[in-house]
């Protein structure tokens, strides 16, 4: 059975940080590319960013950059998601996809909620 379990997400300060872990089972993660993409209330889920399958390769939104580092660990299956800096404006479900060819799988996401 595939699956993408994320976790890590919860209630955080301006300012602060949080790392979120997608884990993936039922299929070769390690051939996959993988992002991380979030949905805020009212708007359309959007690409955070990006990691090709072997790591080599990586790409962040604007709003992201600088803030956020993707990475992944393929012996673990897992892809991560470090966000520093958290502004009120991160606020959303935080969705993990992975990808190759055709093939591609959603995780059920993990609400990020940033607030003083």
């Known amino acids: 059975q595939v699956q993408l379990v994320e976790s890590g997400g919860g209630l955080v300060q301006p300012g602060g940080s949080l790392r979120l872990s997608c884990v993936a089972s039922?299929?070769?993660?390690?051939?996959?590319?993988a992002s991380w993409y979030r949905q805020a209330p009212g708007k359309e889920r959007e690409l955070v960013a990006d990691?090709?399958?072997?790591?080599?390769?990586?790409n962040y939104a604007d709003s992201v950059k600088g803030r956020f580092t993707i990475s992944r660990d393929n012996a673990k299956n897992t892809v991560y998601l470090q966000m520093n800096s958290l502004k009120l404006e991160d606020t959303a479900v935080y969705y993990c996809y992975a990808i190759m060819l055709h093939l591609q799988y959603w995780g059920q996401g993990t609400q990020v909620t940033v607030s003083s």
């Open positions: 039922g299929f070769t993660f390690s051939t996959y590319a």
């Open positions: 990691i090709s399958s072997l790591g080599t390769y990586t």
